[in-house]
């Protein structure tokens, strides 16, 4: 399969999301913010990073980007679109995505490893995760706090569009373990179609054990097999 | 013709920044703080005398890209 990487000036997780996607076995390349086509790409990925410097909010400035058009055209084909961390705050400026990210509730930047349990299993991003299985990854963030108003959040819990949620090491959704204030500890959510998803904590930066954690590959491995799947019903 | 935006955080959105603000503000020996909101300042300078066509203009840009409708809300003033 073949992943778009996104560019933005000040992007810093690209080469990350490059290397964890061929490290398990897939191509992936570079497509720099001035690009107006994603080529023959499978699926995208907004990696993280503070594009644009962060300037006005996270994201605003990423979202008018030509590549970016396409990325909305993309989308809207029903292509796979994941954003990590800032790429989640490009992808809800967007509007591809609902709600926002705001200032973590304690104003620190938390740079730590989490524990997201998985709470929709059925999505093209959550697919292959083992059942309860709780992912160990990282977060870098400093306005990670997922909000939406309470309309929102109502469609998201009724179409099951929550895709992870922090949670302690024994999976429980306490307060304590939820590092920036998000709204019921979403970490992760999709769009009503399912193709398109943001989550603030890095999955690419725990493909390996070298890392501290291979967890975030089973987020690849979804997308993997979501990608074959469409590739042999469009065969078929 | 100068713009003046003004842009703050929606009040059901949790404003961590006004919180610390006002509480330095009361260790500081400020009393009576009822609340502190932090926002954003955006001052535009343009060509131009047609009030109307720049508030039309830039309400749009506003709502569409300097503010966030999700969280934020924003006055517009033009000088």
Request: charged share 20%.
């Given at each position: 399969m073949n992943f778009a990487v996104l560019q933005f000036?000040?992007?810093?997780?690209d080469q990350d999301a490059i290397h964890a996607v061929r490290l398990l076995g897939h191509s992936a390349r570079y497509v720099w913010h001035k690009e107006h086509s994603l080529g023959d790409a499978d699926a995208v990925i907004v990696p993280g990073g503070f594009s644009y410097?962060?300037?006005?909010?996270?994201g605003a400035i990423a979202r008018f980007s030509p590549v970016m058009q396409a990325v909305k055209q993309f989308a809207e084909n029903g292509g796979l679109v994941l954003g990590v961390c800032n790429g989640f705050q490009v992808l809800t400026e967007a509007g591809l995505l609902p709600g926002a990210l705001v200032r973590n509730r304690d104003l620190q930047f938390h740079c730590e490893h989490i524990f997201l349990k998985t709470v929709t299993p059925d999505s093209p991003f959550t697919g292959k995760i083992p059942p309860d299985k709780l992912l160990r990854v990282p977060i870098a963030h400093g306005e990670g706090c997922y909000f939406a108003d309470a309309e929102t959040l109502a469609k998201l819990r009724a179409g099951n569009q929550i895709l992870w949620q922090y949670c302690d090491a024994n999976g429980n959704l306490t307060d304590k373990a939820n590092p920036n204030g998000s709204l019921r500890n979403i970490a992760g959510i999709c769009n009503d179609r399912r193709n398109v998803a943001g989550l603030m904590p890095h999955p690419e930066r725990a493909c390996e054990l070298a890392l501290g954690s291979d967890d975030g590959k089973w987020i690849f491995e979804s997308l993997f097999a979501a990608l074959q799947n469409k590739a042999t019903a469009k065969a078929a | 013709m100068k713009v003046k935006i003004i842009i703050t955080p929606k009040k059901a959105v949790v404003d961590p920044q006004g919180k610390t603000v006002q509480v330095a503000l009361e260790q500081m020996g400020h009393q009576g703080i009822k609340a502190v909101h932090v926002g954003k300042y955006l001052e535009i300078e343009l060509d131009g005398t047609d009030r109307e066509a720049a508030r039309k203009a830039l309400d749009e840009a506003a709502h569409r890209f300097l503010s966030n409708p999700v969280i934020e809300d924003y006055r517009l003033e033009i000088e």
């Amino acid at each position: 399969m073949n992943f778009a990487v996104l560019q933005f000036p000040a992007s810093n997780c690209d080469q990350d999301a490059i290397h964890a996607v061929r490290l398990l076995g897939h191509s992936a390349r570079y497509v720099w913010h001035k690009e107006h086509s994603l080529g023959d790409a499978d699926a995208v990925i907004v990696p993280g990073g503070f594009s644009y410097g962060d300037y006005l909010r996270c994201g605003a400035i990423a979202r008018f980007s030509p590549v970016m058009q396409a990325v909305k055209q993309f989308a809207e084909n029903g292509g796979l679109v994941l954003g990590v961390c800032n790429g989640f705050q490009v992808l809800t400026e967007a509007g591809l995505l609902p709600g926002a990210l705001v200032r973590n509730r304690d104003l620190q930047f938390h740079c730590e490893h989490i524990f997201l349990k998985t709470v929709t299993p059925d999505s093209p991003f959550t697919g292959k995760i083992p059942p309860d299985k709780l992912l160990r990854v990282p977060i870098a963030h400093g306005e990670g706090c997922y909000f939406a108003d309470a309309e929102t959040l109502a469609k998201l819990r009724a179409g099951n569009q929550i895709l992870w949620q922090y949670c302690d090491a024994n999976g429980n959704l306490t307060d304590k373990a939820n590092p920036n204030g998000s709204l019921r500890n979403i970490a992760g959510i999709c769009n009503d179609r399912r193709n398109v998803a943001g989550l603030m904590p890095h999955p690419e930066r725990a493909c390996e054990l070298a890392l501290g954690s291979d967890d975030g590959k089973w987020i690849f491995e979804s997308l993997f097999a979501a990608l074959q799947n469409k590739a042999t019903a469009k065969a078929a | 013709m100068k713009v003046k935006i003004i842009i703050t955080p929606k009040k059901a959105v949790v404003d961590p920044q006004g919180k610390t603000v006002q509480v330095a503000l009361e260790q500081m020996g400020h009393q009576g703080i009822k609340a502190v909101h932090v926002g954003k300042y955006l001052e535009i300078e343009l060509d131009g005398t047609d009030r109307e066509a720049a508030r039309k203009a830039l309400d749009e840009a506003a709502h569409r890209f300097l503010s966030n409708p999700v969280i934020e809300d924003y006055r517009l003033e033009i000088e």
